[in-house]
T-cell receptor, first 114, second 112 residues
Framework: NAGVMQNPRHLVRRRGQEARLRCSPM?????VYWYRQLPEEGLKFMVY????????ESGMPKERFSAEFPKEGPSILRIQQVVRGDSAAYFC????????????FGSGTRLTVV | QQPVQSPQAVILREGEDAVINCSSS?????VHWYRQKHGEAPVFLMI?????EQKGHEKISASFNEKKQQSSLYLTASQLSYSGTYFC?????????????FGAGTQVVVTP
């Protein structure tokens, strides 16, 4: 039973390019969460999705960032026109149901903007 | 608003005990604890759902005081493998059901 799969593990983008981060939740999990982590800091909530629905995007910057979790396929976190400040580790987590079970985290995508 | 963790860091000798605290300004319905080793994903340790509930994982246990909106994680007879950064994640009725806010983390270093 594969865990949460994130790819790519490492992503380098030049300023102004687009970054696409993918997350496939654990089998049977329908809730996906994205968090951003800067070096030596905690996990900052970005967005919470269920299949075809955004439940809570209160942590997403208003511009350049978007997320989706389509009926088929992985969840995608998209960052347009990346800037140096977007460099961070982006973790995806999934759970079978909201709050009554712990999150399973993926290994993260380390985004570096040069 | 994110929960506040204390201390920020703790250094232990193998076999010693430590307590990590997590405090929220919001009413909570759940507290989760995770451990993250450097360069790796956070790993789920336990979830607490009721006031005063205690749970255990190996020699790691936790309590949740719902009235005080606080949780504590207890590392007993620490082992080298306990080194890492511990995060509490809190679920609050004021937030969307299922969403967790994480504290800044407590770095634990266990030395031989």
């Amino acid at each position: 039973n594969a865990g949460v799969m994130q790819n790519p593990r490492h992503l380098v983008r030049r300023r102004g390019q687009e970054a696409r981060l993918r997350c496939s939740p654990m089998k049977g999990h329908s809730h996906v969460y994205w968090y951003r982590q800067l070096p030596e800091e905690g996990l900052k909530f970005m967005v919470y999705l269920q299949k075809e629905n955004i439940i809570d995007e209160s942590g997403m910057p208003k511009e350049r960032f978007s997320a989706e979790f389509p009926k088929e396929g992985p969840s995608i976190l998209r960052i347009q026109q990346v800037v140096r400040g977007d460099s961070a580790a982006y973790f995806c987590a999934s759970s079978p149901a909201a709050s009554v079970a712990g999150y399973t985290f993926g290994s993260g995508t380390r985004l570096t903007v040069v | 608003q994110q929960p506040v963790q204390s201390p920020q860091a703790v250094i232990l000798r193998e076999g010693e005990d430590a307590v990590i605290n997590c405090s929220s300004s919001k009413a909570l319905y759940s507290v989760h604890w995770y451990r993250q080793k450097h360069g790796e994903a956070p790993v789920f340790l336990m979830i607490l759902l009721k006031g005063g509930e205690q749970k255990g994982h190996e020699k790691i246990s936790a309590s949740f005081n719902e009235k005080k909106q606080q949780s504590s994680l207890y590392l007993t007879a620490s082992q080298l493998s306990y080194s890492g950064t511990y995060f509490c994640g809190t679920g609050a009725p004021a937030d969307s059901w299922g969403k967790l806010q994480f504290g800044a983390g407590t770095q634990v270093v266990v030395t031989p």
